[in-house]
């Protein structure tokens, strides 16, 4: 199995930018894809972004695309998602997520199995 332990949010203003991190531990697996969603008061669980394990292939949702990068760190176990020019609709709970897998898309959360327990990001203006 694998646990993932999230770090990161805060409060931060419209423009500027936060470093969210995925600290995995647990069962590691040759092929695993890593998964950012988030959920604002409301509103349904929504998917951000993807990345293998290995770093090797990334998906974006175009709302995000050019401005969250995600990255790995396969020796400290962790994955990252940078926000960079953050808006007042990014705010929300985001969770990263895992799931046995080789490709990256855009998918629902049903399909990711291991979550992490969520970090607060708020933008103010």
């Known amino acids: 199995q694998v646990q993932l332990v999230e770090s990161g949010g805060g409060l931060v203003q419209a423009g500027g930018s936060l470093r969210l991190s995925c600290a995995a531990s647990?069962?590691?697996?040759?092929?695993?894809?890593m998964g950012w969603f988030r959920q604002a008061p409301g509103k349904e669980r929504e998917f951000v972004a993807a990345?293998?394990?290995?770093?090797?292939?990334?998906y974006y949702v175009d709302s995000v695309k050019g401005r969250f990068t995600t990255s790995t760190d396969n020796a400290k176990n962790t994955v990252y998602l940078q926000m960079n020019s953050l808006k007042l609709e990014d705010t929300a709970v985001y969770y990263c997520?895992?799931?046995?897998?080789?490709?990256?898309?855009?998918?629902?959360?049903?399909?990711?199995?291991?979550w992490g327990q969520g970090t607060q990001v708020t933008v103010s203006s």
């Open positions: 997520a895992a799931r046995y897998g080789d490709e990256v898309r855009r998918s629902s959360p049903r399909v990711y199995e291991y």
């Open positions: 647990g069962r590691t697996f040759s092929s695993y894809v």
């Open positions: 990345i293998t394990w290995s770093g090797g292939s990334t």
